[in-house]
């Protein structure tokens, strides 16, 4: 498969197109060059992945990762982390710069807090945020 170029879609005037009246000033050139090295940056964190997946740098049961950029704090928000530890019981997750980075339970099946052995050790699982909780959708 080819590779896939990522770009923006703000439906703005670019220098020769037709849709502006005006010829493209300083202000428009720098306006066009900052829109370049946006769509740099979204091609480079798109292909790294940094905004949907981190390592684990917690302990068990209190597991802690940063990603690039911090996931949005809205319902639906998919995370993967590869924990460290195996997890002995009820399990917490805090990300930097989601919710301030506080500690939120992590629960399988809804809303069911971990009783232990869920998370094997170097184990990548899936989060969703529910608005409340991380809920593991792997297992």
């Not at 990603?67 to 002995?88: D, E, I, Q, S």
Request: proline share 5%.
């Amino acid at each position: 498969m080819a590779n896939q170029v990522l770009t923006p879609n703000l439906s703005l005037a670019v220098p020769g197109d037709d849709s502006h009246n005006a010829p493209w000033g300083p202000n428009d050139a720098l306006f066009a060059a900052a829109l370049q090295q946006l769509d740099v940056l979204i091609v480079t964190v798109a292909q790294s992945n940094a905004f949907s997946f981190a390592l684990d740098t917690g302990t068990a049961n209190a597991y802690a990762a940063a990603f690039t950029p911090a996931p949005p704090a809205v319902v639906g928000a998919r995370v993967y982390v590869k924990c460290l530890h195996a997890n002995t019981g009820a399990s917490t997750l805090a990300i930097t710069g989601f919710l301030s980075g506080a500690a939120k339970a992590i629960t399988k099946n809804g809303t069911t807090a971990l009783s232990g052995a869920e998370i094997s050790a170097n184990q990548i699982i899936q989060l969703v945020w529910d608005g409340t909780e991380w809920q593991m959708i792997s297992q």
